[in-house]
């Protein structure tokens, strides 16, 4: 069983290490972090088996009744669409990194931010709220009436005071 001031005290402290309750800036992470030296990641760092990407071994084409000419033509070929694919592949890897640091990630942070200042708000509103987690049900210190646990992250204040008038109301 816990207080609504306890959870409340909860999402203060997620709002603090977002350093909007506090006036330190939190270093920035995720896509927006800088970059680290380091040795490469797990699969990075392996040896890849077979032969290099665009070399003529490993091919299930039989190159011997072809002349030379059309082989090298086909190795240019392959490697011009490698080249192009790689091009097209950090170009539009760099526009979804652009647009989740610029757009997605800062919605989603504001979001959060204001969900959590909704929970403070409401702990503030009724003190005497309170929640059991483990039977997902709320009620009123002291009352005698329960009702199901809504959605904590997702109730406005004014749910809340429905909610609390309902308990109130037995």
Same mark, same amino acid.
């Given at each position: +069983?816990?207080?609504?001031?306890?959870?409340?005290?909860?999402?203060? $402290?997620? #709002? &603090?290490?977002?350093?909007?309750?506090?006036?330190?800036?939190? /270093?920035? %992470?995720?896509?927006? !972090?800088?970059?680290?030296?380091?040795?490469? =990641?797990?699969?990075?760092?392996? /040896? %890849?088996?077979?032969?290099?990407?665009?070399?003529?071994?490993?091919?299930?084409? @039989?190159?011997?009744?072809?002349?030379?000419? @059309?082989?090298?033509?086909?190795?240019?070929?392959? !490697?011009?669409?490698?080249?192009?694919?790689?091009?097209?592949?950090? !170009?539009?890897?760099?526009?979804?990194?652009? $647009? +989740?640091?610029?757009?997605?990630? =800062?919605?989603?942070? !504001?979001?959060?931010?204001?969900? #959590?200042?909704?929970?403070?708000?409401?702990?503030?509103?009724? =003190? @005497?709220?309170?929640?059991? #987690?483990?039977?997902?049900?709320?009620?009123?210190?002291?009352?005698?009436?329960?009702? =199901? +646990?809504? &959605?904590?992250? $997702?109730?406005?204040?004014? %749910?809340? @005071?429905?909610?609390?008038?309902? #308990?109130? &109301?037995?």
């Amino acid at each position: +069983m816990h207080s609504i001031g306890e959870l409340a005290a909860l999402a203060q $402290a997620q #709002l &603090n290490q977002t350093g909007q309750g506090s006036t330190s800036a939190s /270093p920035a %992470q995720g896509w927006e !972090a800088e970059p680290q030296a380091g040795p490469q =990641p797990g699969w990075a760092q392996q /040896p %890849q088996a077979g032969p290099p990407r665009g070399s003529w071994a490993g091919r299930s084409r @039989d190159y011997f009744g072809m002349s030379v000419g @059309d082989g090298i033509g086909d190795a240019i070929g392959d !490697a011009a669409l490698g080249a192009v694919g790689g091009i097209l592949g950090r !170009a539009i890897g760099r526009r979804v990194q652009k $647009a +989740m640091s610029e757009r997605v990630m =800062p919605t989603l942070a !504001a979001n959060r931010q204001s969900m #959590l200042r909704q929970q403070i708000e409401i702990a503030q509103r009724h =003190p @005497d709220l309170r929640a059991c #987690l483990t039977d997902k049900v709320v009620f009123l210190a002291g009352g005698g009436r329960v009702l =199901p +646990m809504p &959605n904590l992250m $997702a109730v406005t204040a004014d %749910q809340a @005071d429905a909610l609390v008038a309902q #308990l109130r &109301n037995s």
